[in-house]
């Protein structure tokens, strides 16, 4: 819209399934967001995003429309449709010396008619980061999300793709990192990260259970993740690799309690570049 003013809205098509009757559904996910610049330092954004489905469903006009709050549709104008609608802000700040602050809050059906059975459907993330000694850079972020996020009592409204989540890998957990980057060369990046992670038991592409949902969060027996690792990242000629090797510490791993093990583990990506110019006669 203008430089201090960023409209983006999204219609997407997701695979078709088939419930229990064998009839067809069609999966639809929608999503708008407005971002403003409120000073040279401070930015804003508000987002809403819905995942759509039925049989023979199409993308409804007020869902189409990126200036029309969805919650309201939902709740007022196709609640006898099956949606599940999701709203969400941002904010960030630089600091005069280069750190950049931000955080970002969402939450699951902020308007419904059952919200005293299914509460705490909600996800946050904090971030920082800035530059480091000499060339160096560091950042590091925490993220939570709620067992009831993203998810409904009917699975084909939660926000997956084949059992993959739209934006967010999983529910029921929380996750925290810091990394310390710096560049070797002009072409090449080597950075030590540090990270944890809890997870429960809920995973996004189960249905909610209506009788337990007020369990506490995380649910069940909680798998701890411990890890400490070095990356390496760059390009040579048309060849990019991306390498990590790390210990991992897990605690109650699969979800099985009283368990533990410790090990190495290592990951190499290459990938190979080939392109070619000229003139098409």
Avoid at 54 to 74: H, I, K, S, Y
Wanted: charged share 25%; aromatic share 6%; net charge neutral.
């Amino acid at each position: 819209l203008s430089r201090d003013l960023h409209l983006i809205s999204t219609v997407g098509f997701l695979r078709d399934t088939s419930d229990i009757e064998g009839t067809t559904i069609r999966r639809y996910q929608v999503a708008s967001r407005l971002g403003i610049r409120l000073g040279e330092r401070l930015r804003g954004a508000v987002w809403q995003t819905a995942v759509l489905e039925g049989p023979a469903r199409d993308v409804e006009g007020p869902f189409r429309n990126p200036m029309v709050l969805l919650p309201l549709v939902n709740q007022f104008g196709m609640g006898d449709r099956d949606n599940n609608v999701m709203v969400g802000a941002e904010i960030g700040w630089r600091t005069p010396n280069g750190i950049d602050l931000s955080a970002e809050l969402a939450i699951d059906d902020i308007v419904q008619r059952d919200i005293e059975r299914f509460p705490h459907r909600w996800a946050a993330t904090i971030r920082a980061a800035g530059p480091g000694p000499g060339r160096s850079s560091w950042r590091a972020w925490y993220t939570r999300a709620s067992s009831l996020a993203f998810r409904t009592s009917d699975p084909m409204e939660s926000f997956t793709e084949r059992g993959v989540g739209l934006g967010r890998g999983w529910a029921d957990g929380d996750r925290v990192e810091v990394r310390l980057a710096h560049p070797i060369g002009d072409q090449w990046l080597a950075a030590v990260v540090l990270s944890g992670f809890r997870h429960g038991e809920a995973e996004l592409d189960q249905s909610i259970d209506v009788d337990a949902a007020l369990e506490k969060w995380p649910t069940g027996t909680i798998e701890r993740n411990l890890r400490a690792a070095v990356q390496l990242s760059g390009r040579t000629g048309s060849v990019e690799a991306r390498g990590d090797v790390g210990i991992n510490h897990v605690t109650n791993p699969e979800h099985q309690g009283g368990q533990g093990r410790t090990g190495l583990e290592a990951r190499v990506t290459l990938q190979l570049r080939l392109g070619t110019q000229g003139r098409l006669n």
